[in-house]
């Protein structure tokens, strides 16, 4: 068939960086969709021309330009038939180290200084139409999260500013602003994804509960990095450093979010800042479609992380009722995930990375003790005494305190 091959994006970019191979995207130059139909290759595209390779199964586009045609990201026509050239769709990316094409013969075409950029670490977009689409915005925040030691180039940063000033961030969806996210959070470094939509504008129009935190302080005993933005960065950072899942790094950036509705004269104390956070956790969550187990993790984090960095000084019966209030006897996972949550917010702390978090295993092995109990025979003789449901509910209750004070 006519048209040249080549492969485009993330996968040259991760060859050239020395980084395990991604999936290949490529593009196909001087070809029509109805020549890839009659070579068995499957239309899969519908908003431009996308189609499946008949053998490999990797996703082949035809050469395109587009033009900005409504607000977000979605607001685009495209124009592909074969006088469109690989140098006019490489133009169209994002930036320069993901225009570069991979011929089938090895040979890179890189006409805008990919690898060039590479070399210095450089984000720097290809053309002014990066400011058309704002999801370019959100991907560069995860690739700052990801390639650690990049920098965004002075003339990038002002155009992330002009394309928050233009409002194109207004018109994201909650789907691809959460897909981004999650996706920035898993990665090496979160804290610098915040940090850079913070910078140009956009956290404050995404997350303006998060973004207020900044400027916020705390009791510099407890919190020598005194600033509740910079401690929130911090505990992400530990999520990462600690392998955390996505619901444990979400319940991080979202456990403090009650501080910056603290009034100014109760600063730097925040009383009563875990049960807002759980309000202000629960409308991000609903805001940006979160899924519900990371929602969830949230917010009980959100409400119960003082009590869990506490819990050392607790009883028997106040052990048992942090565990209920956690639903970890139906949860234990989830259970798991918060005590997991509360360490990264323990250590999240300048001074404090490597310091232990004893709360973590105790709580732990309580709960197991806990769990240990033989619910039914504590109910089956509660109730052979006459009890009914409240008093058989105390006397499991009564049962777990007495297998959790054997351990303390």
């Known amino acids: 068939m006519k048209g040249r091959f080549y492969v485009v994006g993330g996968a040259v970019r991760d060859a050239l ?31 431009f021309p996308v189609f499946l390779h008949p053998e490999t199964g990797e996703e082949v586009a035809l050469a395109r330009t587009e033009r900005k045609s409504a607000p977000g990201y979605h607001g685009f026509s495209f124009h592909a ?59 560069l925040a995860r690739l700052a999260a990801r390639f650690t030691d990049f920098t965004v180039a002075p003339e990038t940063e002002r155009l992330l500013e002009r394309l928050v000033a233009d409002g194109e961030v207004d018109a994201l969806v909650p789907e691809r602003v959460w897909q981004e996210l999650s996706r920035g959070l898993m990665e090496a470094r979160p804290s610098r994804m915040i940090e850079l939509l913070r910078r140009c504008g956009a956290l404050a129009r995404l997350m303006p509960e998060l973004d207020r935190l900044w400027g916020v302080p705390q009791p510099p005993e407890h919190h020598p990095e005194v600033d509740t933005g910079a401690h ?18 979400w319940a991080c950036l979202t456990h403090d979010l009650g501080k910056g509705q603290t009034p100014a004269e109760l600063l730097p104390r925040h009383i009563g800042h875990e049960v807002r956070s759980a309000t202000l956790a629960r409308a991000a969550g609903e805001r940006w479609r979160v899924p519900n187990p990371c929602r969830e993790l949230a917010e009980v984090v959100a409400r119960e992380h003082g009590n869990v960095h506490r ?20 949860r234990p996972q989830r259970f798991a995930e918060l005590l997991l949550a509360c360490e990264c917010d323990a250590r999240g702390r300048t001074g404090f990375e490597d310091r232990p978090y004893p ?38 209750q009564l049962a777990r305190a007495d297998a959790v004070g054997a351990r303390l």
């Open 232 to 249: 929130m960065l911090l505990v992400l950072d530990m999520a990462a450093r600690l392998q955390a899942p996505l619901a444990v790094r």
């Open 311 to 330: 819990s050392g000084e607790f009883g028997a019966a106040a052990v048992v009722r942090l565990l209920e209030r956690c639903d970890a006897f139906r």
């Open 81 to 139: 038939d074969p006088s469109v050239t690989l140098e006019e769709d490489l133009r169209r990316r994002d930036l320069t180290i993901n225009a570069i094409a991979r011929a089938e013969d090895g040979s890179l075409v890189d006409p805008w200084g990919g690898q060039r950029d590479i070399q210095a670490r450089v984000f720097r977009h290809v053309s002014e139409a990066f400011v058309e689409d704002p999801v370019r915005l959100l991907r």
């Open 17 to 47: 960086l020395g980084l395990p191979a991604s999936d290949r995207d490529w593009v196909v130059v001087g070809s029509t969709p109805e020549e890839l139909v009659a070579a068995g290759f499957r239309p899969v595209g519908r908003d």
């Open 359 to 396: 709360q973590r295993a105790r709580l732990t092995e309580l709960f197991e003790a806990a769990r240990g109990v033989d619910t039914a025979a504590v109910a089956a003789a509660a109730a052979e005494r006459g009890a009914k449901g409240p008093q058989i509910a105390a006397a499991i």
